[in-house]
């Protein structure tokens, strides 16, 4: 039993806020947190959601003076916020899909091994996004590359990233729909660190959305929904999750411990 949370928050440190919440809260021992009938298999979620604005979002240990064009997103009033997951950063806002999911370790030990869950969640993805390209008539060859890129034709139109705790995990990602490209070479450096199959080349060499293959968007982002919730089995509403009403206190916590403070997000 998986639950389907459609949740875009008012702004981007918010949502950001909700997936550490929500796992950290699925982490704490049942002891502590909650009646013991609620076994780990009752939380696992699908999250689909979007930023409110565009924003730079940088990995956990990520350095922004390598990775961020600073003085552009100062001079464009850009965030530069930082995420609980490790990987390199990004630039996402209106346009891109949001996607996250929080998986039991319990129910599934295998993802104990980050090649096995980077590999398990990107097979659904790209089996999700396959089916809604399917409902509009498009096929693409979607193909999985890098550690957890979803690539076209060897171009990323997806980045993801994931946090391991004792218990839970959450793996969380974008897909680039009908994002402004031209945001992403403005406001990141080239990264340090590259997959082989980028070969050296641009942000704007290397990444492409799917924007020019989809007739209808607002339809396609139902579509895609739908899709990523039939393949994860999420057919279970957020309403009835057991952590659905003290969510919303502990992402008031989260904020005041970290997302709501400036220094945190610029603290590399």
């Known amino acids: 039993m998986m639950f389907l949370v459609e949740e875009s928050l008012p702004s981007p440190e918010e949502n950001l806020a909700w997936d550490e919440a929500i796992l950290e809260l699925a982490d704490t021992p049942i002891e502590e947190a909650r009646p013991q009938s609620d076994s780990t298999s009752e939380l696992e979620l699908l999250r689909v959601w979007e930023m409110p604005k565009v924003c730079v979002v940088v990995g956990r240990s990520s350095r922004i003076d390598q990775e961020v064009q600073v003085e552009s997103c100062q001079k464009d009033g850009i965030p530069i916020l930082r995420r609980m997951s490790g990987g390199a950063s990004i630039v996402a806002g209106p346009g891109c899909f949001m996607y996250s999911v929080l998986l039991s370790l319990d129910l599934r030990p295998e993802c104990r091994a980050l090649d096995v869950a980077h590999r398990t ?81 641009t942000h704007d060499e290397f990444v492409v959305s799917l924007a020019d293959s989809i007739p209808d968007r607002a339809h396609f982002y139902q579509s895609l929904t739908r899709s990523l919730s039939e393949v994860w089995g999420a057919t279970q509403s957020w309403e009835s999750h057991p952590l659905h009403r003290e969510l919303s206190s502990h992402v008031a916590r989260w904020m005041e411990r970290r997302y709501g403070d400036p220094n945190w997000h610029l603290s590399r």
């Open 121 to 201: 969640v990107m097979e659904k993805t790209r089996e999700g996004l396959q089916r809604a390209l399917a409902i509009h008539g498009v096929q693409l060859p979607l193909g999985i590359q890098g550690v957890c890129d979803l690539t076209v034709n060897n171009r990323k139109i997806s980045g993801n990233s994931l946090r391991v705790k004792r218990r839970w995990l959450m793996y969380h990602g974008t897909l680039l729909i009908d994002f402004p490209l031209d945001a992403i070479s403005r406001y990141l450096a080239t990264p340090p660190k590259q997959p082989d199959y980028r070969e050296r080349r």
